[in-house]
């Protein structure tokens, strides 16, 4: 690994000399392609629908004048969507250009060009800028600066040919080299972090870099401001990734970092094809794009870890950039089709055109989700994501256990957090971001405060909190410093088991969590059995949330909800932002919870070492402005002055139709949920199957040849 | 009409005598059709479709052993369930045992219908009954006891040839004819009641008259037990649905309703063709479907009005014999078809072959939704719903104000409600009913105590509440004794209105609504205009709830939601269960309200005589077992001593896009909302556009001729 990289460094060092002699278009689309592309977009339904969009759009954009207003508003508002349609103006009449040879196209990119060219010297930082360092001059943050970038210089290029040399020497000298000097000069520290800022930021200076022909700024893109290597684009894949290609920031940002990976690869790829950038560290970035597709449900939805905004699907412009990258470029998997095909779109260009042709001919086969462990860590051995799934693509299971490092600043203090999908839909949830996207009303369309104060903390999300506390008190720089550990994971058909452990989040307990996917004959689905052990000493409160979708419709147990008044549930680390809806103390040690989701049951089955206490929460407390949408939990609870156990079996069942108005399977199947044998390194959880037939799932902790049988 | 009502009398007493020698089977399916059908489930695809699904749940049902348990449980129980199984069983194997000839599906009904027969005289009133009267036999209520022979007889008639004499006596003289006595006897309240239990029972009655030949059974089911023409089929079709159609309780149980009225006018029609029984009324029961079918938003979604089950769409069975039978038997209508194509099945019958078949050919048009006022009462003159439509089946405005007679004990106090939906989804949307629908854990699967205290309350609706108390105090009897009234009606594209007046619900107010929508060059969408006017001397408080779907994105004013304490917002009437969130008391007279729906704005302009309170609620409080699912309002409120005026004027706007993450038109267009000239027979609202065009709606209360102007 240490060798490859060397190698690579050098291999850098030698071509970027041969970066000479720019032919123009040469990212997405180059020269070449064009007849061809020209061709199939008359004859391949999904590049035919896709270029109509984007020919729509161009020609909606000509129609209205040139628009370069001085930079005032933040995220959403008038001068900042302005911009924005700008420069996806520029990009799709730099497609359509090329796609037609009508000049007009041309000209209005010319002509937008020109008038940036004309004002961009004269902006200074922001207005609307919240800190000189992230600062944009087009924009509020520099990030939307790199991203305004990354698309105008592939719109520039589409059309370099057809604007006049005085013109370019414009454009170029008055707006891309004060650009380039920007971002390398007052944004150097974002250049050269290792963030997915830093990623937009090399990338819109290497794209510029190649199709200006300055090979030192590509050189900078790809090795860093001191071209060290020790920040730049390579430095990045290799740090930000994992071997397995899981994100540090986690699927959301992922996605969104993918996108200028992805765009510079291609550009390195076509101008400089022998530092096979495709191939660097065995293949990471078609890991890259594969692990982010398998973090998606099978409804599209990526898992909304982290600060993630909750409608993300796999039709995400980025993820399109990625599939039809992957498969034109990397690894031509025709089950990639099949998301292609979901998407319903391709990029108009070159991979988009192999894509398309490949659907056409009908070469789809069903994405192939799996069952895995993606390690986090450059090295692979900071924690993971544990996926496991059951059941055909229409109607699947999947559970993910979150044992990754924090994400940095984007990562909420979740350690070992669960989510649960069932039948096309969520059933154990999580918050995602506390943000209303480019809503300028609502916090100018940024993170809110209750991103901190609620989404972050640990009670957002399904996983243990000790003493109403969140992992290491909320603090990024300790939750940064460490990880939790993969103790176990195993996809073996019919007994799924994944394992994580985390020892540093509270003082004095260790936290361990087992979840497994159980096929018994008995039944259709498997059941989701979830252990969580917290070990320690000293006397703790331990509260287990699940965030739970669709409507409670029966319970094991008296409870009463508070009639008259709520009350928040506590006054710090997000509890101040729940109401409290119910608390039930049970008088034994199993219980279990019935909900109705999408004409579905869930019934959670769960016990512990002592009864415990179950409270039903809401959300919304503490929050004068509105800001939070609703969710709703079971929180399981006790106190424990020594070792504790929270287990519990989901259990999907019966259906209701609302067309034939009927109700079957409404009464769960399993009953008589003990546990025994319960010791540090051994548990048994015992369960009868209609009260006829009883299973026992023995976990042995310390013994990877038997980490778990069921008998 | 009252003449026409005579002749049907005699009519029907000189055909009864014509009522012999029956064919079987000689309902859904005659036995002519029979080659036909069995040539058309091969050939036409929604045909096919729909025998697969019958063909698969009747091998399913003769795969199990037959079991016909002793009644027991209540709606949603296992008895209940296996005994709705056992008569769809019965029907599935009769429509199988017809298209295939293969006796195994007969012999599986005969053996079900031999243990009935066997056990029902044994049977006693249900155990888990609620009253005598309204007790069943084989379900705790007798309405599920008329259903289950309304299936069982059709299944009975389809193989009835196919039994051998001996049984066929066994079966009759053992179940059917114990079941005509008990409907006929012990529910004779019922049979002669004007109610949907009355028609369903009725109709249980005459087909098994029909099939049995017993006549005298059809002419009691025709005219009432003492044959004297106050109750049975003619006197509900005279007294339930209006001359329009619109049925007294509403589209919820007009749906449930139909399919009786639908399947015995079919039996009637074979049977007794010389009755005319489809032309009965100026064509009645034509008019009934398509008031059903108007009665739908695009989404396929019936207006939830009274009690009604929220997720019942134009998908239910009832709605697939509606349009099928309406397409084949009264009016071949080719827009019907459209209903059909996204019910996606038809009824396997003679009527089902018609509709598949012309889908088949390609005949099927849009539904042809339009704007209309369908008035309600026998004569048409007590009030009624009035529905203004705009746009395209693929993105239409529509709005729906309630002004119909109270309908009976499923009946709400919302006199003057208002509906809006748009964009496919609803936007001011109706609580619906307090139930889960046979989920036994939930009260049984019947409406929950939170349907009497909250769901039919005046508050969990769209319109005025006076002094924080339900229309007529919440007492049927009162609100049973009278009706609102039309005031105006237009639906002149472009200044759509409607206005209906409620004297009668509080003591010394009048109350009357003027909804409009309006539509104005500068803007995509019309506007909903929305004037409520209070008319008093008295000192009142006046509440308009808008219980909105979305988020609240942002509000033209400061407001402070609670944060560390909720309390119900008051103590009876509905007011109970809501918590008040917020409440903003303004400084001037004019505000607004914007929030997010499916990635469109909504903004809610007001104003009043004198400035309003904005109060923020959310269902949920006094509610101990968590039987409200959550609903959100902004609550328009004030007091007045003299007359009071709530204007609203909503209006659609923007798009966010989260594939593109972009976000357009978030401000809206409207400002400046004033009311102007505010008299009792006049009123001018003035507002602007964009800030630059100022419009003037001018509404003339007593100028029948000159209602209302935009200028």
Chains 1, 2 share one sequence.
């Not at 993910?400 to 039948?423: I, P």
């Amino acid at each position: 690994m240490r060798h490859l990289k060397i190698i690579y460094f050098f291999a850098c060092l030698l071509f970027s000399l041969a970066v000479s002699g720019q032919k123009h278009p040469g990212i997405m689309i180059t020269g070449e392609q064009v007849p061809a592309l020209r061709a199939g977009v008359n004859r391949y339904p999904l590049l035919k629908r896709s270029y109509r969009e984007i020919k729509a759009a161009a020609d909606a954009a000509i129609a209205q004048p040139v628009t370069v207003p001085v930079p005032k508003d933040g995220g959403g508002g008038v001068t900042h969507e302005q911009h924005k349609k700008n420069y996806t103006g520029i990009l799709n009449c730099g497609i359509v250009y090329q796609l037609t040879g009508n000049k007009k196209y041309a000209d209005y990119v010319k002509e937008l060009l020109l008038q940036y060219a004309a004002k961009y010297e004269s902006w200074p930082l922001h207005p609307a800028r919240k800190n000189n360092k992230e600062s944009g001059r087009i924009f509020w943050q520099s990030l939307n600066d790199f991203v305004w970038q990354v698309y105008t210089i592939q719109g520039y290029d589409l059309v370099y040919d057809a604007i006049d040399p005085k013109d370019r020497e414009e454009i170029e000298a008055h707006l891309f080299l004060p650009i380039l000097q920007f971002f390398t000069g007052h944004c150097a520290y974002i250049f050269n972090s290792i963030h997915n800022h830093g990623t937009w930021c090399l990338a819109a200076v290497g794209l510029t870099g190649y199709v200006l022909n300055k090979p030192e700024y590509v050189q900078m893109a790809l090795k860093g401001s001191k071209l060290d290597g020790k920040s730049g684009y390579w430095a990045q894949l290799d740090q930000l990734f994992s071997p397995d290609g899981y994100y540090a920031e986690g699927p959301y940002y992922q996605r969104y970092a993918l996108f200028p990976f992805l765009i510079f690869a291609k550009a390195i790829q076509n101008h400089q094809p022998r530092l096979h950038v495709f191939e660097y560290r065995n293949k990471l970035l078609a890991k890259a794009i594969n692990s982010m597709l398998q973090c998606t449900y099978t409804n599209g939805a990526i898992f909304p870890l982290n600060d993630a905004i909750k409608d993300k699907t796999s039709e995400t412009w980025e993820l399109v950039y990625g599939v039809d990258i992957a498969y034109s470029d990397i690894n031509n998997s025709n089950d990639l089709l099949d998301v292609a095909q979901q998407q319903g779109r391709v990029i108009v260009s070159d991979a988009g055109l192999k894509v398309a042709k490949a659907v056409y001919e009908k070469k789809a086969t069903p994405f192939k989700y799996v069952s895995e462990w993606l390690s986090d860590g450059a090295d692979g051995k900071a924690g993971g994501l544990g996926i496991l799934r059951d059941g055909p693509n229409t109607d699947q299971q999947c559970v993910v256990l979150k044992a990754t490092t924090q994400g940095m600043g984007h990562g909420h203090f979740d350690r070992l957090n669960l989510l649960y999908y069932d039948n096309g839909t969520e059933v154990f949830s999580d918050y995602g971001a506390a943000r209303f996207l480019n809503i300028e009303s609502k916090g100018g369309g940024g993170y809110l405060p209750e991103n901190n104060s609620w989404a972050k903390q640990t009670v957002a999300h399904n996983t243990l909190v000790v003493d109403r506390v969140s992992d290491f008190k909320g603090s990024l720089e300790q939750a940064q410093a460490t990880h939790p550990d993969l103790v176990y994971f195993n996809a073996k058909p019919g007994l799924q088991v994944m394992s994580a452990e985390e020892k540093n989040a509270y003082e004095g307990v260790v936290l361990n969590r087992v979840t497994a996917l159980i096929t018994i004959p008995e039944l259709k689905k498997p059941l989701l059995l979830d252990v969580f052990t917290a070990l320690s000493n000293g006397e703790h409160q331990y509260d287990l949330p699940f965030w739970y979708n669709g409507q409670l419709v029966d319970a094991s147990f008296q409870f009463k909800a508070f009639a008259g008044e709520l009350k928040p549930m506590g006054d710090k680390f997000g509890y101040q932002h729940i109401w409290l809806n119910a608390a039930a103390a049970l008088n034994k040690e199993a219980g279990s919870i019935t909900f109705l989701n999408k004409n579905r049951f869930y019934t959670t089955h769960f016990t512990s070492e002592n009864p415990l206490t179950v409270n039903f929460v809401t959300t919304g407390a503490n929050d004068p402005a509105m800001n939070l949408t609703t969710s709703r939990a079971f929180m399981l609870s006790r106190k424990s002055s020594g070792n504790a156990t929270l287990v519990s079996i989901t259990e999907t069942h019966g259906v209701t139709d609302p067309v034939y108005e009927t109700v079957t399977g409404a009464v769960p199947a399993i009953s008589g949920v003990t546990l025994i044998n319960n010791s540090e390194g051994k548990k048994t959880i015992v369960f009868w199957v209609n009260g006829k037939k009883e299973y026992r799932v023995t976990i042995n902790y310390n013994d990877k040849n038997n980490f778990i049988n069921l008998k």
